[in-house]
């Protein structure tokens, strides 16, 4: 069970730190790569960058903070999901280099260790309560 801890907290910290600088970048930063901005060269309109942020910053509040329903949970594990697959193909789509479309699918891979992870420690946790 400690073993598990750990690794559903190394992968979730490595998703939520990638969350993070991907909001503060959003917000605060242009990409020089990209001197019109990363959500133009992608092709999104100006006004996801706002749904996306204040999509992540929830997503973030329902994998970090505690007592948070399951299904609030797993609709945030869902949403990143989407998020980090949605990244990699709009990279693909527009001729990025190889980085740029596999980076967003490594921390997908992270994201999936994070939620099977804490399926396991949640599935413990109720049978230690007595529910099977």
């Given at each position: ?29 242009e990409?020089?790569m ?8 992608l092709?999104?309109?100006p ?13 973030l ?6 007592n ?6 797993e ?13 990699s ?31 396991r ?12």
């Amino acid at each position: 069970m400690k073993r598990d801890k750990l690794i559903y907290w190394i992968t979730t910290g490595i998703v939520s730190a990638v969350m993070i600088f991907s909001i503060l970048s959003f917000t605060f930063f242009e990409y020089a790569m990209y001197p019109e901005g990363a959500f133009k060269h992608l092709g999104l309109p100006p006004y996801f960058k706002i749904e996306i942020t204040i999509a992540k910053a929830l997503g973030l509040l329902a994998l970090l903070l505690p007592n948070i329903p399951s299904k609030i949970k797993e609709f945030a594990y869902f949403g990143f999901g989407i998020t980090l697959f949605s990244a990699s193909f709009a990279h693909f789509s527009t001729g990025d280099g190889f980085l740029y479309i596999i980076d967003p699918l490594l921390f997908l891979g992270c994201l999936i260790v994070s939620y099977v992870y804490w399926k396991r420690i949640e599935g413990a946790e109720l049978h230690k309560q007595g529910h099977p």
